[in-house]
């Protein structure tokens, strides 16, 4: 269980590290908090030839909001999404992601950038992303653009990010006032992967729901976004919506793979047990009745 | 393949060491500054068992490279023993008390682990303590022992930090 040997690089810069990837390619691999590539390499599942830390490069920390966007550098560890509260108050989704993403030994390491680049089809900011049409911020030698979140996820652990690219952040639609956000997954055990995991938001005006983000984690081999959930949320008054019955339909066209965690049909089912608690604790929070630290 | 310098203090002791990239932070500890108090058990970030604390936080020092803890200032189970030589720390005597431990394989991680935990979280509840041990595996106790040395370990520390008040 040791890594190969590898050629170690520690930019201080993001110019000096796209500058490393522009040369090496896909020789290179960037390292983050490492939580995932460092146990790919020990068990040699990967042997990258060159290794490019950007834990030293401060420009890729820091949190900032402004015109209705929350910018969240690719840096911040998950626990900091945890905490932060510019964060909580602009993006709770993130917040609420943050505690079920493994221990928090591995949160104080891992980074918000790592877990969109490795997309880990079990992982839940992937779908947050998703769910909230956040825009990717990459970075190369050639420029910066902006990737859609819903164009980003390409396979289980495929993602659009060119060889010479760097994650740089997370752009995040800041929703208005009457807006509620919750995340509800299954595991084996805490800090386990996920079986089945939906993340929500809904907001609401005078009783009706204005808009709804639905996206599922574990559910397929990127994340979902339910789509036909979201439309038949819009509009409804908050008292007559069947939340079992939309989340069936949400999960009905899906097929997630079987594995020796539980079969495909399993977590359907336990998916749209997910979609239906996350939308109730967020059409609770939204109306105002959450309770405070429920 | 080029060895890097690395400098850090571990402990509270300046160390120097000169490793190649691809060791782990757990192995230059062990290896390389003879620090075997750390222990590997799965070397793939699960169990839990090589936990230190590098600036103030809990990490698995097996999913870090040596290289990337130059500057660093690194606390392992050796750092968290008592005063005198030999001594336990009082984390470590209630673990002793409530048979928080049988073959003592996990137990350095479990210590640095629950350090770091009650340290943010001085009276936790069950379920708080549950879900922080949730990182470090233990293959002997069945966990109610170490359930039982946390509740202890915590009362101990709110004591003793109000006789200092």
């Known amino acids: 269980m040791k890594a190969a040997a590898f050629d170690y690089h520690r930019p201080a810069s993001v110019d000096a590290a796209v500058g490393l990837l522009a040369e090496l390619g896909d020789e290179a691999k960037v390292l983050a908090g490492g939580q995932s590539l460092v146990p790919v390499m020990a068990m040699r599942l990967g042997r990258p030839e060159h290794i490019v830390d950007v834990n030293r490069v401060a420009e890729l920390e820091g949190v900032s909001r402004s015109d209705g966007t929350l910018r969240v550098g690719a840096l911040t560890r998950h626990r900091a999404l945890e905490r932060d509260e510019l964060i909580a108050g602009a993006a709770p989704l993130l917040t609420r992601a943050a505690p079920y993403i493994g221990h928090f030994q591995i949160r104080n390491r891992g980074t918000l950038g790592g877990s969109l680049a490795h997309a880990d089809p079990a992982a839940e900011l992937p779908a947050v992303a998703v769910a909230l049409d956040a825009g990717i911020e990459v970075r190369s030698a050639r420029g910066t653009r902006r990737i859609p979140a819903g164009e980003f996820f ?14 740089t ?8 006032p009457g807006s509620g956000f919750a995340v509800a997954e299954l595991a084996r055990r805490q800090g386990d992967f996920a079986l089945a995991g939906a993340a929500c938001g809904v ?3 005078g009783g009706l729901i204005t808009r709804a983000a639905v996206g599922l984690f574990g559910m397929g081999a990127v994340p979902v976004r339910a789509r036909a959930a979201e439309q038949a949320l819009t509009g409804a008054s908050v008292g007559e919506v069947d939340l ?23 977590r359907r089912r336990a998916g749209a047990h997910m979609i239906s608690l996350a939308l109730d604790r967020a059409l609770a929070e939204a109306q105002g009745t959450r309770e405070a630290g429920a | 393949m080029t060895e890097l310098d690395v400098s850090l203090t571990v402990n509270g002791q300046r160390r120097l060491a000169r490793v190649e990239p691809r060791k782990t932070l757990a192995d230059l500890l062990r290896q390389d500054l003879g620090l075997t108090g750390t222990h590997l058990g799965c070397e793939h970030g699960v169990c839990g068992s090589c936990t230190v604390l590098v600036d103030g936080l809990a990490v698995r020092s097996c999913l870090m490279f040596g290289v990337q803890a130059d ?13 005198e030589p030999g001594s336990l720390g009082p984390l470590q005597r209630a673990f002793w008390e409530t048979h928080g431990l049988q073959c003592g394989f996990c137990t350095p991680g479990f210590v640095v682990s629950v350090t770091a935990f009650l340290e943010e979280c001085p009276d936790p509840d069950d379920e708080q303590i549950r879900e922080a041990l949730s990182g470090n595996l233990c293959r002997c106790t069945g966990y109610q022992g170490i359930i039982r040395g946390v509740r202890l370990a915590a009362r101990l520390r709110r004591e003793e930090q109000e006789a200092r008040a």
């Open chain 1, 244 to 266: 079992d019955g939309l989340a069936r339909d949400a999960v009905a066209p899906l097929r997630p793979a079987s594995d020796i965690h539980g079969s495909g049909a399993y």
């Open chain 1, 169 to 176: 952040a997370l752009h995040v639609p800041v929703w208005g």
């Open chain 2, 71 to 83: 500057g660093s200032e690194v606390t392992t189970v050796e750092g968290l023993a008592g005063d």
């Open chain 1, 154 to 167: 390409v396979s289980a652990f495929m993602t659009a990010l060119e060889p010479d690219e760097l994650v």
């Open chain 1, 203 to 205: 907001q609401l005006r």
